[in-house]
């Protein structure tokens, strides 16, 4: 009287309006996943040579931590087979060194005084500045940067390369800004007053820094504001 | 025990020495005991602005070094006995003296001294971690010029990372009232305003500082000069009394402006 076990599968694909969702099994072991993907991609329509519209895969892992070179052996796959790029992976586990840099990259340091010329101040994780940074003085965060007073020096948000980091200031007057590797100065011989209410500055979709009121912040970045506090 | 000031600048030749010889001749004019200490080795200047030049037979490195007993190179000015003047080295060797030699130095002579004046060199170098070793308060001088104000900036980053040096105060020298008026140079609050610190005063551009200096024969001993005047009153504010800030500016608006800032931060 044994009931027929319907095997369970370790990779289930579902189509969304973005691309696939692939979801694998947590449980078995990965080359399982490897043979399982490709008879179900074989099964698949072949992409069109012409068709030269990527598809968009997510990868939903649960508790199986993927490796880098695992990651790139299911590339390959999508690749080959149905030639299509993993665009997400949506997982439960990270390691704990992850762990630590996103704490460290979530985290706001806070400093109160004025950032002087020859100073260098370098977080990770957004930066707090309760004061001035001088002409000849330098603030540079993996996240945002935020000063209260008047910011006449050089300041580095989403130094490691995050464009979507902002610059506020309470008075912006700097002789450079830099958002990841998109830098703007000042136009020559025109001196701002700093007597502009508070600004903010952001790399929009043409790769171009732009400032704009610091109550655009929030709708131009909505991640900015903490989800606990809405 | 005394308090020792050290005068410094970060820029060269915005005034380091000609202050520290209007402040220290207005303290001792006071009556307070003073002895100025020239670490400008190897470019003093301060026994010439003081016209002490032609007295001096043994010097600041000869103390460090143990050639003579501090009391021997020291020298009673002109004018005052309560002041005297260490000369630095003409010819020796920059290296020659430590910082630690330096803060016994100063300490020693402020057993016997109200105020210990240091005019410091300029740049951030060794000369100037000598300066700083023994003092207890700092006075920073600016120009009203961007590279000046630049400089005095970073001196200033610099000295609040010395523990033993209490939060450094301004000096502003060489102001052009007309310049300013016409916005040629930089204002005084706006000076006051990015290096955030306590303003001690202001001192005109004035000809008759660069003529008393030629004279061996400090400004601060004029009773009527403008440049006196300042000088007087940054001596008498050090001394703990609260001056107003003179009226550089014929604009009366400017004036309540300054005073305004002084008030603030006083
Ligand atoms: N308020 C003033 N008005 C006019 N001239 C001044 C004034 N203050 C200083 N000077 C002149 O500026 C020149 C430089 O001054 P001083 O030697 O005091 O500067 P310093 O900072 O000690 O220079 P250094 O860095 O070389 O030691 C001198 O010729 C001095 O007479
Ligand atoms: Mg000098």
Same mark, same amino acid.
């Given at each position: ?65 993927? $490796? ?32 630590? #840099? ?96 508070? $600004? ?11 400032? $704009? ?13 903490? #989800?606990?506090?809405? | ?26 303290? %001792?004019? +006071? ?12 470019? /003093? ?8 030049? +032609?007295?001096? @037979? ?29 000369? %630095?080295?003409?010819? !020796? ?39 700083? %070793? ?26 609040? !990372? ?11 020298? /060489?102001? /052009? ?32 500082? @660069? /003529? ?6 400090? @400004? %601060? ?11 007087? +009153?940054?001596?008498?504010? @050090? ?12 604009? !009366? ?14």
């Amino acid at each position: 009287m044994v009931q027929k076990q319907v095997k369970q599968q370790n990779v289930i694909i579902k189509g969304t309006k973005d691309g696939l969702t692939f979801v694998l099994n947590d449980q078995c072991a990965f080359d399982d996943i490897l043979e399982e993907l490709s008879d179900k991609l074989s099964e698949r329509p072949q992409p069109q040579e012409n068709d030269s519209n990527v598809v968009k895969i997510k990868l939903v892992t649960g508790k199986r931590y993927l $490796e880098e070179q695992q990651i790139e052996q299911l590339q390959n796959r999508f690749t080959e087979q149905i030639h299509a790029v993993i665009d997400t992976i949506d997982t439960d586990v990270i390691t704990k060194h992850e762990a630590e #840099e996103m704490r460290l990259d979530n985290q706001v340091s806070r400093l109160a005084r004025v950032v002087r010329s020859g100073q260098i101040i370098e977080v990770l994780g957004d930066l707090l500045v309760v004061g001035d940074v001088n002409p000849g003085g330098t603030v540079k965060a993996s996240g945002n940067i935020y000063v209260l007073g008047s910011l006449r020096g050089i300041a580095h948000a989403g130094m490691n390369g995050n464009r979507e980091a902002i610059i506020c200031a309470g008075k912006m007057n700097p002789s450079q800004l830099r958002i990841a590797d998109v830098i703007r100065r000042p136009p020559e011989g025109e001196e701002r007053t700093g007597e502009e209410d508070m $600004e903010c500055a952001f790399v929009n979709g043409e790769n171009q820094m732009e400032l $704009e009121r610091i109550s655009k912040a929030g709708i131009i970045r909505p991640g900015i504001t903490d #989800e606990r506090i809405g | 025990m005394g308090e020792a000031i050290v005068i410094t600048s970060g820029k060269g030749g915005v005034g380091k020495t000609t202050t520290t010889a209007n402040i220290g001749t207005a303290l %001792a004019l +006071n009556g307070k005991r003073v002895c100025l200490v020239d670490t400008d080795i190897g470019l /003093r200047n301060l026994d010439v602005v003081m016209g002490l030049e +032609n007295r001096i @037979i043994y010097d600041l490195v000869d103390v460090v070094k143990g050639d003579c007993r501090l009391h021997q190179a020291l020298i009673k000015d002109k004018r005052f006995e309560s002041l005297t003047l260490l000369p %630095a080295a003409q010819s !020796k060797d920059k290296s020659a003296v430590k910082p630690a030699q330096m803060k016994k130095l100063v300490d020693e002579l402020k057993q016997d001294y109200d105020y210990v004046l240091i005019d410091c060199p300029a740049g951030i170098e060794q000369g100037y971690k000598n300066a700083v %070793a023994g003092a207890d308060q700092a006075i920073v001088v600016t120009t009203p010029e961007k590279s000046s104000v630049r400089d005095a900036d970073r001196i200033i980053g610099l000295l609040e !990372k010395e523990d033993h040096v209490s939060s450094p105060r301004l000096v502003v020298n /060489r102001i /052009r009232p007309q310049m300013v008026k016409n916005g040629e140079a930089i204002d005084v609050d706006e000076i006051v305003s990015v290096l955030a610190i306590e303003l001690l005063g202001i001192v005109a551009d004035d000809d008759e500082v @660069i /003529r008393a200096s030629n004279d061996g024969e400090p @400004i %601060a001993m004029d009773n009527k000069s403008r440049a006196s005047i300042a000088y007087r +009153n940054i001596a008498r504010r @050090i001394n703990g009394e609260s001056v107003p800030l003179l009226n550089l500016y014929e604009d !009366k608006g400017m004036l309540t402006k300054v005073k305004k800032f002084f008030g603030m931060r006083a």
